[in-house]
């Protein structure tokens, strides 16, 4: 019984308990399978839930992020639009103000177009031709001069025509002027035989300017206002008129207005036209003007008793290549009117009243060129040549012609020019010795193409005083020739009547190159001679001699008394220049 009860249902119980425990194990390993892989899903589950909410959060900082620029964007377009909106407001407000301008410029244009109508209708209404002869030069033909009363209508008339014909259509007033020194012409032209009496040159003067309102035929006689000087400030004027359509200027025959001429040459507006009566200069043609003959009218050949100007208007330069090289206002027929021996006067004798103290100078004007070496050699030379004061003037005229001899054989001397005063007997003088260089020489001109002089100063006291005044008296009758003795040489050589042989010491010369200033210049203010001793105006700083002073009332120029600003130079010319440097 026992064995059967520990029994149950017919199976073993500790069996049962092993199979029980067998599947207890399997159980727990499942458990534990089970754990480890809820484990592994939580640890994943995890790990991909935040990486999702870090993806959300990146994706949200981006959408953030996106937006933000979005509304930035947003913001500056609205602040563009605004920007430009006021822009547009502004542009609109300028069309307008455009607008209103337009049309107040069209209005004034149209006044103004309206205005220069009115005043170039005036304009033209007042326009005018004008022919400028220079009478001295320019001549009318013989058959008119010679008959006065009807040459000289016939004469304008003829003038005026001719002029009409080359004004091209210009259907206005023809101005004639012709300026002369009526006196001067009239006896140039009765020695020529043209005309009879000089009083016929007065009618035919007279007749001209009766004939015609615009024709005016004007005498200026032989002052500082002639004819030329007259023409040259006729023309600046007229030139510069802008009524004044065309300028016939009959002046070729002179080369004194190519300065003037020249500086018109080149305009485009044609307005100058020359008139040629005897063949021009040369240098006429080059200026490019038209050139004009009215043969008919005027006389085409030069009067018997005129020679060719180039002799005339340089009479010292008869030797030097330059001579037919334009001067600064040369002219032809003023130079003819002199006679030869009136072109070197010799100095006035010495005044007892001149004051021995030396003067300041005043003038600008300095062209004294000092060669001191030069002076020393020359000045020991001369000085052994000269006689000491205590010889005889026989003596001493004697040792120094023998002296002149010796000192040819070296070439001779030559004193240079600019070489007045000075305030030592060496300075202001330079002497060459055997063949000098060619020393550039200049003319200086004031304002009204005047010439102007280097300033003179009185030699000091000085034992030459009374060496040259001995010698001064030793030659007498004769006088020191001033070619010789201050320009270096005498166009007369042989056949001078006056003093070459006399060797004067550098003082000596100094003196009388300083009497020698004290001298008018025969050309006067318009003196081109660069060698020229003499003086172009009172040399004194501040004359107060009055009609005492020879420069006081001259014949031709009168008063050559200058003020500061006459005395300050405008132009300065070097000898064979064609054109002077301005000051
Ligand atoms: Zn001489
Ligand atoms: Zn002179
Ligand atoms: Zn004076």
């Given at each position: 019984m026992s064995a059967q009860s520990s029994m149950v249902n017919g199976r073993d119980p500790s069996g049962i308990a092993g199979q029980a425990l067998a599947q207890l194990g399997i159980y727990q390993q499942l458990d534990n399978e089970r754990d480890s892989l809820i484990q592994v899903s939580i640890l994943d589950i995890i790990t991909t839930t935040t990486t999702i909410i870090i993806i959300i959060v990146v994706v949200v900082i981006t959408s953030f992020s996106r937006l933000s620029d979005t509304c930035d964007g947003v913001s500056t377009m609205i602040q563009k639009i605004n920007g430009d909106a006021k822009r547009l407001l502004d542009l609109q407000l300028d069309l307008d103000d455009q607008k209103a301008s337009r049309m107040l410029y069209q209005t004034r244009t149209r006044d103004l177009e309206n205005e220069i109508q009115r005043l170039s209708s005036r304009l033209n209404s007042g326009s005018y031709v004008v022919v400028l002869i220079d009478g001295d030069g320019a001549k009318f033909r013989d058959e008119f001069l010679r008959d006065p009363e009807q040459g000289a209508v016939k004469a304008a008339w003829k003038l005026k025509e001719a002029v009409k014909g080359a004004s091209f259509g210009l259907d206005i007033p023809i101005l004639v002027r012709v300026y002369a020194n009526v006196n001067d012409l009239a006896k140039s032209l009765r020695l020529s035989g043209v005309i009879d009496y000089d009083e016929s040159l007065r009618t035919f003067a007279e007749q001209f300017t009766n004939t015609h309102a615009d024709c005016d035929f004007i005498n200026v006689g032989k002052g500082k206002e002639n004819a030329d000087s007259k023409i040259r400030r006729l023309l600046d004027h007229y030139y510069k008129n802008t009524q004044c359509q065309k300028i016939f200027i009959a002046c070729c025959h002179d080369n004194g207005y190519l300065h003037d001429l020249r500086q018109y040459a080149g305009d485009a507006n044609d307005k100058i036209c020359l008139i040629e009566t005897t063949p021009a200069e040369p240098n006429f043609r080059s200026l490019q003007f038209p050139i004009l003959r009215f043969d008919h009218v005027f006389r085409s050949e030069p009067l018997?008793?005129?020679?060719?100007r180039g002799a005339q208007v340089f009479p010292f330069r008869s030797r030097s290549p330059t001579q037919l090289i334009p001067g600064p206002i040369a002219r032809a027929i003023q130079a003819s009117y002199f006679p030869s021996e009136s072109i070197s006067p010799e100095p006035q004798e010495q005044r007892g009243s001149t004051p021995l103290t030396s003067s300041i100078p005043v003038s600008p004007v300095q062209m004294v060129q000092t060669t001191n070496n030069l002076n020393t050699i020359a000045s020991d030379r001369y000085q052994s040549a000269s006689s000491p004061p205590d010889k005889s003037p026989a003596q001493s005229q004697v040792f120094a012609r023998s002296s002149n001899v010796i000192s040819s054989g070296n070439g001779g001397t030559s004193i240079s020019y600019a070489t007045a005063g000075g305030t030592t007997d060496h300075q202001n003088v330079t002497v060459k010795l055997a063949k000098p260089k060619k020393q550039i020489k200049y003319a200086y001109y004031n304002e009204d193409k005047y010439r102007l002089d280097s300033p003179t100063q009185h030699p000091p006291r000085t034992p030459a005083q009374a060496t040259y005044q001995n010698k001064f008296q030793a030659i007498k009758p004769m006088v020191f020739c001033n070619d010789h003795?201050?320009?270096?040489?005498?166009?007369?050589?042989?056949?001078?009547?006056?003093?070459?042989e006399v060797e004067l010491t550098i003082p000596e010369l100094a003196i009388h190159r300083y009497k020698a200033r004290t001298s008018l210049c025969p050309q006067g203010p318009l003196c081109t001679d660069y060698d020229c001793y003499l003086s172009h105006h009172c040399p004194r700083p501040a004359c107060a001699r009055n009609d005492m002073c020879p420069f006081y009332h001259t014949a031709n120029w009168g008063d050559l008394h200058y003020t500061k600003e006459q005395l300050q130079p405008k132009t300065k010319w070097a000898e064979g220049d064609d054109f002077p440097e301005y000051l």
């Open positions: 018997n008793n005129e020679t060719k003795y201050l320009k270096g040489r005498c166009k007369r050589g042989v056949n001078c009547d006056k003093e070459h």
